[in-house]
């Protein structure tokens, strides 16, 4: 994210690295899409989370089963823990915090060709036990009953603009939520342990080989979850990315909000995803 989350003071990110132990300066780091990120002395990469969109017990066995992971994997760059052995460490009543090792190295960007050793690392994940904190991913897109209710009544939004391209694009939407229900019922009935986005902006190339960061997605699901990535599967899950997309910017674009960068891009995201439907 390239603007600063709203209601959390840097003294209240400080208090919640003390309880690491870590004392430095936190320096914000506008990369990703979602989460809020600083780095701290190049050797410790944080994440605060919006609890408002990432409900907490979801991020905690997120959390914990990559912790877990890591022991198992090193490709894993799993958080670490506080002094208090937790992976999640609440800031305030809105935003979560996990703090990470620094990775040295060059991560790609969303949409850039998947490294091929990729399918490496995730065979070796699909088969690892799954430790117990591991949550099920849902097949199931959250926001499908709100997407098909603005179908029929689209009502008023706060982004005019996004509300046009709704719009001019709710027959492919009809058709998109039509194959997504037709695909979950081809779905296999197998079940590993999956990252859920293992995109090329979540690769790090490092000189002791490929990593993979950005574990609140891990769950249990069929291979195709991450498999879609390299090419492979039936598309549900692929078809599943753009609804799920297509579903959160509109409740955010909907919303009242400030006009910012990250505003900006979820409307450039919205509106490219529903062109390529």
């Given amino acids: 994210m390239e603007d600063l989350p709203a209601g959390l003071p840097e003294h209240e990110l400080r208090d919640g690295l003390a309880r ?26 944080t994440s605060v989370s919006d609890l408002t969109t990432k409900p907490l017990s979801r991020l905690r066995r997120a959390m914990d089963t990559a912790a877990a992971l890591g022991e198992q994997l090193p490709f894993v760059v799993a958080p670490v823990r506080s002094d208090d052995g937790d992976t999640v460490v609440l800031l305030n009543d809105r935003y979560a915090l996990s703090v990470f090792p620094y990775r040295a190295g060059k991560a790609g960007n969303f949409g850039d060709p998947v490294h091929e050793g990729v399918a490496e690392l995730l065979t070796a994940l699909h088969r690892c036990e799954p430790p117990e904190s591991t949550p099920v991913a849902p097949v199931e897109v959250p926001g499908t009953v709100a997407l098909a209710a603005l179908l029929d009544e689209p009502g008023e939004w706060f982004s005019r603009q996004a509300r046009e391209v709704f719009v001019a694009h709710a027959d492919a939407v009809r058709a998109a939520l039509a194959e997504l229900d037709r695909l979950a019922g081809h779905l296999p009935g197998e079940r590993v342990v999956t990252h859920g986005e293992p995109h090329a902006g979540n690769v790090i190339r490092t000189p002791a080989g490929l990593c993979l960061v950005d574990w609140d997605t891990v769950g249990l699901a069929p291979p195709e979850r991450d498999l879609w990535f390299l090419g492979g599967g039936t598309g549900f899950y692929a078809l599943r990315w753009a609804v799920d997309d297509i579903a959160g910017f509109a409740a955010e674009l909907r919303a009242p909000h400030e006009k910012s960068r990250d505003a900006e891009l979820a409307l450039h995201y919205f509106t490219e995803t529903l062109r390529s439907l």
């Fill in 20 to 45: 690491y132990g870590i004392t430095g300066k936190p320096v914000h780091a506008p990369v990703g899409f979602g989460d809020h990120h600083w780095t701290v002395y190049d050797r410790w990469f």
